[in-house]
């Protein structure tokens, strides 16, 4: 019942979406095997022509697929496709592909059809740009390349590989090997490596002037911190980005000039040894200082895909929500949110809210005609959608209204764009969180690692380099002794278990237990994994042991929280879940921001805030705005979990 009272209302909040406007156009139906390039050269346009009249068709085009075609364009006399090629390495997946080239999952897949048949196979080599360059027949190209040698040093750490340092300078180990051949014989701590990795750098310019073409997804402001160029000078040397920036044109760049951002963010991060620190904020209850003096306009982006509910009439709705994980997830956070709009219409807050349907699945979705066919220019802030790929599309796409986007569940974080918040702390900010306060306490950190969690064991290696490890069996048991010899008397010893072996954290807890008599031993574990709750570990070797471990979400202890979950309780017939209580937390903070009186990036910049399971704590990690707010949880002898204060 509450799913579909769910429903209900998002119909009640949902708007109407507008028809196209139709323009002067030619109907194209494609043909097996065109490409968005193709056809565009066929008509002697740019890609961006076909975009404006056919959104969808940035996620890639298929056979039969009727495209609009505009009668009038500038004619394209000459063009090149430039193509670059990636090697695949071992762990790469084409969406960490696609952001290291700034291109989409779709593009990659249309460019290297064949090749990816049988999935992404280290070895690989993909094409991961494909660029048509126009150009008028009055202009000559000349393209100076050159390859650069970049040489670095390394001095190797303990417990470091061969693996981990070339993944680390991104070059293959056979040319760390080649480079240093010593290392044949072993790796050994303190060796000096020298690596050298070689780099193409091209420019091209067009009559003695550089230019650059733009590609797809590019902003004004991202393409001005690209290129060290500010946007200004940029617009004064094209008199067209004035009508907006499109996918295919040639830009003259100045040949000097100093990048000069207009927009102001939060503090960057000052690093303190291998860690990043940031200059704290005041924690405030922007309740107190609401502005009822100006409207202001919400929109939640939220994934129902309520067209593919319809077309499915085999299966009855209440079936379909049953089976479907992520429409689920998405009810659940859209359940709290309605209950942050209840409460900022009891406090008066002068807000319109909108909530819209966004159709999508992992690579594609409609957010471009949403945005084409609804007025964003008035919204001072946007929720949503859920996906990492979507949300910066989102951005991207409101980036000339320098709206915010909110990415409220993605724990990815990728492109550095202004106007795009993460909800959502990394897991870096997770392990710094833990590895700051062990500093505070002049801890002593121990970390006991699966010998089938090599991968941890080289991120902890490669980023905290104080942490000692004891010894393993041949069987592969952690040596009870070797660990006893690494604690410090008259310290704090923090030992770290990162393994799934049941039989494993069983031997390693028994035995700290029974040292805690001679030595301050507090256990932590980097993530709760479902080890732990298994009935053979006794709950008292984690609560004796004050298990710690990082958490983006507190638990609620306040009155103010037990009235919270009290009240969801009572409208749903059940506790919020993890999506429910980010919901809530998201959108209410998102509500107060943005009636402060000097907007949401502002309020941002000057204090953090706290709700029911989350705190708000963004901050400037080189170019990426990030959620900092990280709590340390642990398990207390009382049997319950509390925050480290």
Same mark, same amino acid.
């Given at each position: 019942?509450?799913?579909?009272?769910?429903?209900?209302?998002?119909?009640?909040?949902?708007?109407?979406?507008?028809?196209?406007?139709?323009?002067?156009?030619?109907?194209?139906?494609?043909?097996?095997?065109?490409?968005?390039?193709?056809?565009?050269?066929?008509?002697?346009?740019?890609?961006?022509?076909?975009?404006?009249?056919?959104? +969808?068709?940035?996620?890639?085009?298929?056979?039969?697929?009727?495209?609009?075609?505009?009668?009038?364009?500038?004619?394209?006399?000459?063009?090149?496709?430039?193509?670059?090629?990636?090697?695949?390495? /071992?762990?790469?997946?084409?969406?960490?592909? /696609?952001?290291?080239?700034?291109?989409?999952?779709?593009?990659?897949?249309?460019?290297?059809?064949?090749?990816?048949?049988?999935?992404?196979?280290?070895?690989?080599?993909?094409?991961?740009?494909?660029?048509?360059?126009?150009?008028?027949?009055?202009?000559?190209?000349?393209?100076?390349?050159?390859?650069?040698?970049?040489?670095?040093?390394?001095?190797?750490?303990?417990?470091?590989?061969?693996?981990?340092?070339?993944?680390?300078?991104?070059?293959?180990?056979? !040319?760390?090997?080649?480079?240093?051949?010593?290392?044949?014989?072993?790796?050994?701590?303190?060796?000096?490596?020298?690596?050298?990795?070689?780099?193409?750098?091209?420019?091209?310019?067009?009559?003695?002037?550089?230019?650059?073409?733009?590609?797809?997804?590019?902003?004004?402001?991202?393409?001005?911190?690209?290129?060290?160029?500010?946007?200004?000078?940029?617009?004064?040397?094209?008199?067209?980005?004035?009508?907006?920036?499109?996918?295919?044109?040639?830009?003259?760049?100045?040949?000097?000039?100093?990048?000069?951002?207009?927009?102001?963010?939060?503090?960057?991060?000052?690093?303190?040894?291998?860690?990043?620190?940031?200059?704290?904020?005041?924690?405030?209850?922007?309740?107190?200082?609401?502005?009822?003096?100006?409207?202001?306009?919400?929109?939640?982006?939220?994934?129902?895909?309520?067209?593919?509910?319809?077309?499915?009439?085999?299966?009855?709705?209440?079936?379909?929500?049953?089976?479907?994980?992520?429409?689920?997830?998405?009810?659940?956070?859209?359940?709290?949110?309605?209950?942050?709009?209840?409460?900022?219409?009891?406090?008066?807050?002068?807000?319109?809210?909108?909530?819209?349907?966004?159709?999508?699945?992992?690579?594609?979705?409609?957010?471009?005609?949403?945005?084409?066919?609804?007025?964003?220019?008035?919204?001072?802030?946007?929720?949503?959608?859920?996906?990492?790929?979507?949300?910066?599309?989102? /951005?991207?796409?409101?980036?000339?209204?320098?709206?915010?986007?909110?990415?409220?569940?993605?724990?990815?974080?990728?492109?550095?764009?202004?106007?795009?918040?993460?909800?959502?702390?990394?897991?870096?900010?997770?392990?710094?969180?833990?590895?700051?306060?062990?500093?505070?306490?002049?801890?002593?950190?121990?970390?006991?690692?699966?010998?089938?969690?090599?991968? /941890?064991?080289?991120?902890?290696?490669?980023?905290?380099?104080?942490?000692?490890?004891?010894?393993?069996?041949?069987?592969?048991?952690?040596?009870?002794?070797?660990?006893?010899?690494?604690?410090?008397?008259?310290?704090?010893?923090?030992?770290?278990?990162?393994?799934?072996?049941?039989?494993?954290?069983?031997?390693?807890?028994?035995?700290?237990?029974?040292?805690?008599?001679?030595? !301050?031993?507090?256990?932590?574990?980097?993530?709760?994994?479902?080890?732990?709750?298994?009935?053979?570990?006794?709950?008292?070797?984690?609560?004796?042991?004050?298990?710690?471990?990082?958490?983006?979400?507190?638990?609620?202890?306040? +009155?103010?929280?037990?009235?919270?979950?009290?009240?969801?309780?009572?409208?749903?017939?059940?506790?919020?879940?993890?999506?429910?209580?980010?919901?809530? +937390?998201?959108?209410?903070?998102?509500?107060?921001?943005?009636?402060?009186?000097?907007?949401?990036?502002?309020?941002?910049?000057?204090?953090?805030?706290?709700?029911?399971?989350?705190?708000?704590?963004?901050?400037?990690?080189?170019?990426?705005?990030?959620?900092?707010?990280?709590?340390?949880?642990?398990?207390?002898? !009382?049997?319950?979990?509390?925050?480290?204060?």
């Amino acid at each position: 019942m509450r799913i579909f009272k769910l429903l209900i209302v998002f119909f009640f909040f949902s708007s109407c979406v507008a028809k196209a406007k139709q323009d002067s156009f030619i109907k194209h139906n494609v043909e097996k095997g065109e490409t968005i390039y193709s056809v565009a050269r066929k008509y002697q346009i740019t890609p961006f022509d076909i975009y404006r009249l056919n959104p +969808d068709a940035k996620n890639g085009i298929v056979e039969n697929t009727i495209l609009l075609i505009p009668r009038k364009s500038t004619p394209i006399l000459k063009q090149e496709v430039k193509t670059i090629v990636h090697e695949v390495k /071992a762990k790469e997946t084409l969406y960490s592909i /696609a952001k290291e080239y700034e291109v989409t999952v779709a593009q990659l897949e249309e460019w290297n059809a064949e090749l990816l048949k049988d999935g992404l196979k280290k070895g690989q080599e993909i094409i991961v740009s494909k660029e048509d360059l126009p150009l008028n027949e009055s202009y000559v190209e000349v393209k100076n390349v050159k390859n650069v040698t970049e040489t670095f040093s390394h001095k190797v750490l303990p417990q470091e590989t061969i693996y981990g340092i070339a993944t680390k300078y991104n070059i293959s180990m056979d !040319d760390l090997v080649s480079q240093n051949p010593d290392v044949k014989e072993g790796l050994k701590e303190g060796m000096i490596l020298t690596l050298k990795k070689e780099t193409v750098k091209s420019s091209t310019a067009i009559n003695g002037t550089n230019v650059y073409a733009v590609k797809s997804g590019e902003t004004l402001y991202s393409l001005s911190k690209k290129i060290n160029v500010s946007q200004e000078e940029l617009i004064k040397s094209n008199p067209d980005l004035a009508d907006g920036l499109k996918e295919g044109m040639i830009l003259k760049l100045p040949s000097t000039g100093k990048s000069q951002s207009t927009i102001s963010l939060p503090v960057n991060p000052i690093k303190k040894d291998s860690l990043i620190v940031f200059a704290p904020k005041n924690l405030v209850s922007l309740a107190d200082s609401i502005n009822v003096e100006q409207q202001r306009n919400l929109v939640l982006l939220l994934p129902f895909n309520m067209e593919r509910i319809s077309a499915d009439s085999d299966k009855s709705t209440k079936q379909l929500i049953k089976g479907d994980n992520f429409l689920n997830l998405t009810l659940d956070f859209y359940s709290g949110a309605l209950m942050a709009i209840d409460s900022a219409k009891v406090l008066g807050l002068p807000v319109n809210i909108k909530v819209l349907n966004i159709e999508s699945d992992r690579t594609s979705s409609n957010i471009a005609k949403i945005i084409e066919e609804n007025d964003f220019s008035k919204v001072d802030a946007v929720i949503g959608p859920f996906q990492n790929s979507h949300v910066e599309t989102t /951005a991207q796409l409101l980036s000339k209204y320098n709206t915010p986007v909110i990415s409220p569940l993605s724990k990815e974080v990728g492109m550095k764009l202004p106007n795009l918040y993460n909800a959502v702390p990394t897991e870096k900010y997770m392990m710094d969180k833990l590895f700051n306060y062990f500093k505070e306490k002049e801890g002593n950190v121990i970390a006991v690692v699966s010998t089938k969690k090599k991968s /941890a064991k080289e991120y902890l290696t490669g980023n905290y380099p104080e942490v000692k490890y004891p010894e393993f069996a041949d069987n592969g048991s952690v040596d009870l002794n070797s660990l006893k010899t690494l604690l410090v008397k008259g310290k704090k010893n923090f030992v770290i278990i990162e393994s799934q072996t049941t039989n494993q954290i069983l031997n390693t807890t028994n035995f700290l237990k029974k040292l805690k008599e001679d030595f !301050d031993i507090q256990l932590v574990v980097l993530k709760l994994y479902d080890t732990l709750e298994v009935i053979d570990i006794p709950i008292s070797n984690l609560t004796e042991l004050n298990m710690m471990f990082p958490s983006n979400k507190k638990e609620g202890e306040s +009155d103010a929280d037990k009235i919270f979950e009290m009240k969801y309780r009572r409208l749903n017939g059940i506790s919020p879940t993890g999506a429910a209580s980010k919901g809530f +937390d998201v959108t209410f903070d998102t509500l107060l921001r943005i009636c402060q009186k000097e907007g949401y990036a502002k309020s941002i910049e000057k204090v953090k805030t706290e709700y029911y399971e989350n705190t708000f704590d963004y901050v400037n990690d080189n170019g990426n705005i990030i959620n900092n707010g990280v709590y340390l949880m642990y398990y207390d002898t !009382d049997l319950t979990i509390k925050q480290v204060k």
